[in-house]
């Protein structure tokens, strides 16, 4: 089945009610996850820091990144608001930390069962580190990078959870890294606890720049579950990952795309979001298992579909089967039309109406 993560990210503009609604929204979609962003802005930027063009042109303000993200904070308090309403709905809580102090509180305080890695903290190793060595599964988003920083983001992984499993290891370098990727217990660890995201990072991310067969390349090159985050618009892209054999999709929401905010252009509203989720489950549905064999409801329609020999005009005992007086009809409740070459020229056992199948 694959994991749906509805991506609240920051559309809920800062406000504690306005998360919950997030919540309820991703819920009702029947989404598995809803997944927000935990980070103190003063972490994670400098204060000049400009907005990069999307978040001008989705925002309509002037502002540093930093201004942005001070507004979009959540607090601690709010965090397990957020997450009590979760288990009362039923539904995943995951949030994306952004600096070292978030990520121990989302796992020592809100106690998260896997983690995400975003896109743009892939090259962030000490960032990456801390979180392979809480020995959580991981959930890499690979917006911006080559299959080169992929790998290495690998090695810090593979190495932290070698650690974290009690290896003596030297300490943290390339070099470490690297031999712990190629170490047959990181690759068995990494192989079990990370799933790959291909992802096009712009919002919203033009068609033409999706390139979803990415996924097929990111399996043969690592041996890893793969999915897709998705940054477009509409939910066609998604449905397609889906049938491309994506375990997870990740999609932004919000409750309305035209409130201020950086993501709410590129997100899709409640309903939409309910409609991805069913299509994605109809078209895991209708994937199956790949094994070409007749259904159950096929199996119901060969008698009426196919064919079998039948005779075409009257036939008395005796008389020899030829093309003249036996036919290939509807249904299938006869000899096969395979036996058709076999029953010419045999006698016929009885007499047959018009239309009766032959049986000889």
């Known amino acids: 089945m694959v994991l749906i993560i509805a991506e609240a990210g920051v559309n809920h503009n800062g406000s504690d009610e306005l998360a919950l609604a997030l ?6 979609a029947g989404a598995d996850v809803v997944k927000f962003q935990t980070f103190r802005a003063q972490k994670i930027v400098t204060k000049a820091a400009q907005m990069a063009s999307y978040q001008k042109i989705n925002t309509g303000v002037e502002m540093t990144q930093f201004e942005m993200l001070s507004r979009l904070e959540l607090s601690e308090t709010a965090h397990k608001k957020i997450f009590r309403r979760c288990e009362e709905l039923g ?30 903290e892939i090259t962030n190793a000490p960032l990456v580190l801390a979180h392979a060595q809480t020995g959580l ?33 030297g300490p943290p370098c390339k ?20 799933t790959l995201l291909h992802c096009t990072t712009e919002y919203p991310a033009p ?25 477009t618009l509409g939910i066609e892209v998604p449905v397609a990952a889906t049938a491309l054999g994506a375990c997870v999709i990740e999609k932004h929401f919000t409750l309305d795309k035209s ?21 994605i489950r109809n078209v895991t549905r209708a994937i199956g298992r790949g094994v070409k064999t007749p259904t159950p409801s096929e199996i119901r329609n060969q008698k009426v579909a196919r064919k079998s020999l039948v005779a075409c005009r009257s ?46």
């Open 23 to 28: 919540v309820e929204a991703a819920a009702e």
């Open 91 to 120: 539904i995943e809580f995951l949030s994306t930390a952004f600096d070292e102090d978030s990520l121990e509180f989302l796992v020592s305080e809100i106690g998260l069962k896997r983690l995400k890695l975003p896109s743009g």
């Open 137 to 169: 599964d991981i959930i890499v988003s690979t917006g911006m990078a080559t299959l080169s920083d992929i790998e290495s983001v690998l090695g810090v992984i593979a190495y932290g959870y070698l650690g974290h499993a009690g290896h003596s290891l």
């Open 175 to 194: 070099t470490a890294f690297r031999e712990a990727y190629s170490s047959a217990e990181g690759r068995g660890l990494l192989e079990k606890k990370v």
């Open 207 to 231: 068609m033409d720049e999706i390139n979803l067969s990415v996924m097929k390349t990111l399996k043969r090159a690592f041996s890893l579950p793969v999915g897709y985050s998705d940054h």
């Open 259 to 279: 409130m201020a905010g950086p993501d709410h252009r590129a997100s899709l509203e409640p309903l939409e979001l309910k409609n991805m989720v069913q299509s």
């Open 315 to 360: 036939i008395v005992k005796g008389e020899r089967l030829s093309s003249e007086n036996i036919s290939i009809l509807r249904p299938g409740t006869g000899m096969s039309p395979y036996d058709y070459w076999e029953t010419l020229g045999k006698l016929a056992p009885r007499d047959f109406a018009e239309g009766e199948p032959i049986h000889v």
